[in-house]
């Protein structure tokens, strides 16, 4: 069954802290414009290394790029990013002082000597894949011990490689090669994110099961950022806006479309406590069975029956009796939009 969004009934005992909610962010939005008059006349100048489908081309799919340039475009603010394929250089090059930032980078010590981050947007969660039949159930690397592991040169991998004594370490340009050095036997397995692994599949028509053994759970969660250099003069009032207004996107839905999810889970008030937000264009009779876990935690497979907030259209729901009540207008027979994101037909 979908319910009609033009039938949707505001509930009045929402009035309050929808209020607070929607002044806060039209605040934001005010002090956005404001805080970043001086920075409209300048164009950032980005850089990004080939990591499909978060960064490619222009024509490409860039998920994390499309959400980063429109979250400036809506502070006023126009950037190019300059796709590179070797991830050190791109360091080397930021360092340098040669472009502006980046959108698209973790952070660590040493790169906070030279940078300003934001809050994460997004999150990488890198999982194993190695040829067909191998054990992709490791969480942590020194269960590798005597494989060969594809890693790419100069990602913040931190403390997990503390634990990778005795693993033979193929340094990689980017996360593709190091999946086709697992294809050519040249590594017995790779470190990727779970959503370049499902680019692989969707975009490229490759079954990668019938190839490929694929890991469940990350072994590493890294949150991504949009940094810009510390020299550079409106560095902060951009990062701060440019926070602001990721969190409208992702009330307004505006993030759903990027990431093509009909549900995310995040803490959209920022205040402890998260909420399933819904950005599809139609809502099923029943609660979502899953959403894709933005919140930066490492709770990304548990059911959402456990979770019971919800943001639609703007308005709080604090069970799905009150979304249901809200879309009184029904029929039957018709498909539900509750599965939120599916990653090799499993729940993700």
């Known amino acids: 069954m979908l319910f009609s969004r033009n039938t949707m009934i505001a509930r009045t005992f929402h009035t309050t802290l929808l209020f607070t909610v929607t002044a806060a962010l039209l605040a934001s939005v005010s002090s956005s414009i404001c805080a970043t008059t001086s920075a409209k006349a300048e164009k950032l ?3 990004s290394n080939r990591w499909p489908p978060f960064t490619d081309s222009f024509e490409a799919t860039r998920i994390a790029l499309d959400i980063v340039h429109l979250a400036l475009l809506r502070i006023g603010i126009e950037a190019e990013t300059q796709i590179i394929d070797q991830w050190a250089t791109l ?3 930021l360092k340098a002082g040669i472009y502006d930032g980046s959108g698209t ?3 660590s010590p040493e790169r906070s000597k030279y940078l300003h981050f934001s809050d ?3 999150e990488n969660r890198l999982i194993l894949i190695g040829k067909k039949g191998l054990d992709v159930s490791a969480q942590s690397l020194d269960a590798l011990k005597g494989k060969r592991l594809g890693l790419v040169k100069g990602y913040a991998y ?4 503390e634990s990778a004594e005795g693993v033979h370490i193929h340094h990689g340009p980017n996360d593709m090669e190091n999946i086709k050095s697992v294809w050519l036997g040249q590594c017995d397995y790779a470190l990727v994110d779970s959503l370049v692994v499902h680019h692989l599949v969707s975009e490229h028509g490759i079954e990668a099961e019938d190839y490929f053994a694929i890991g469940l759970k990350p072994v590493l969660i890294q949150p991504l950022h949009f940094a810009l250099r510390i020299e550079h003069p409106h560095a902060i009032s951009i990062l701060e806006n440019f926070n602001r207004e990721i969190r409208i996107m992702q009330a307004d839905g505006s993030y759903h479309r990027i990431l093509r999810l009909s549900w995310i889970r995040t803490d959209i008030d920022a ?5 399933l937000v819904q950005g599809g264009s139609a809502i099923g009779p029943n609660a979502p069975l899953n959403a894709y876990d933005i919140s930066y935690t490492q709770h990304m497979f548990n059911a959402i029956e456990e979770r019971e907030r919800y943001w639609i259209d703007g308005h709080y729901y604090d069970d799905w009796n009150q979304v249901r009540a809200a879309y ?5 027979n018709a498909p539900s939009d509750n599965e939120g994101f599916l990653l090799f037909k499993r729940q993700f």
């Open 158 to 161: 931190g403390d997990l490689l």
């Open 328 to 332: 009184p207008d029904a029929y039957e």
């Open 271 to 275: 205040d402890g406590r998260t909420e």
């Open 91 to 93: 360091q080397s090059d």
């Open 105 to 107: 980078i973790w952070n």
């Open 45 to 47: 100048t980005l850089v």
């Open 120 to 122: 994460p947007y997004l």
